[in-house]
Nanobody, 128 residues
């Protein structure tokens, strides 16, 4: 089992920055791929950024490429923290942001249905 708890959401002005955190813990935390998704009431949950458990470059959606950055701490005591650094935010970035994890596999990181573990979300609101 893997547990995920997000934090860091809030209100930010257009053009500003925000950093989201997700504490990921559990027995298999060192062999999971981890990603960020987001959702609004009028859109399906969509992939934002992700990284594999071992190797490879992070992946980003076209809408956040060049503005957002995903990273994570090393695993210690069956726990790590996943981050999403959000820069140059705009109104389209307003959403509930979710941290997700899945046992390591070959499917694309943006495959929403492949993720088994989800956090409860943290709200990000961008104001003009």
């Amino acid at each position: 089992q893997v547990q995920l708890i997000e934090s860091g959401g809030g209100l930010v002005q257009t053009g500003g920055s925000l950093r989201l955190s997700c504490v990921v813990s559990g027995r298999y935390v060192n062999i999971v791929d981890m990603s960020w998704f987001r959702q609004t009431p009028w859109k399906e949950r969509e992939f934002v950024a992700g990284m594999r458990s071992v190797g490879g470059s992070p992946a980003y959606s076209d809408s956040v490429e060049g503005r957002f950055s995903i990273s994570r701490d090393s695993v210690q005591n069956a726990e790590t923290t996943l981050y999403l650094q959000m820069n140059s935010v705009n109104a389209e970035d307003t959403a509930e942001y979710f941290c997700a994890a899945r046992p390591r596999e070959q499917k694309p990181l943006n495959s929403r249905v492949s993720y088994k573990y989800w956090g409860r979300g943290t709200q990000v609101t961008v104001s003009s």
